[in-house]
């Protein structure tokens, strides 16, 4: 992976951090017991993906490839036995 540019981007980065932020809001009110704030921490997590993906579609994320095809390789032939004189 350190040598391609996969989540190397603005939109992957800013979607990343959101999500993180809201893991841990999440998990602060886990622990504190409040169901509400632990519900916000969720909805900042799902913001993240949201925000990643409208950041994408908005031309800050990788650029798509177009798939390449594998490459077949030729079929086997099978040669005649040699015949045993």
Do not use: D, N, Y
């Not at 951090?17 to 509400?36: E, K, L, Y």
Request: charged share 5%; with cysteine; hydrophobic share 50%.
């Amino acid at each position: 992976m350190a040598g391609s540019s996969h989540g190397h981007t603005p939109a992957a980065w800013t979607g990343v951090i959101i999500a993180f932020i809201g893991f841990c809001v999440a998990g602060a009110f886990m622990v504190m017991a409040q169901p509400v704030g632990f519900w916000a921490g969720m909805v900042i997590t799902a913001l993240g993906g949201v925000v990643g993906a409208l950041m994408r579609s908005m031309g800050l994320g990788q650029p798509k490839q177009s798939p390449s095809l594998p490459h077949a390789a030729p079929a086997a032939r099978r040669e005649p036995a040699a015949a045993e004189s």
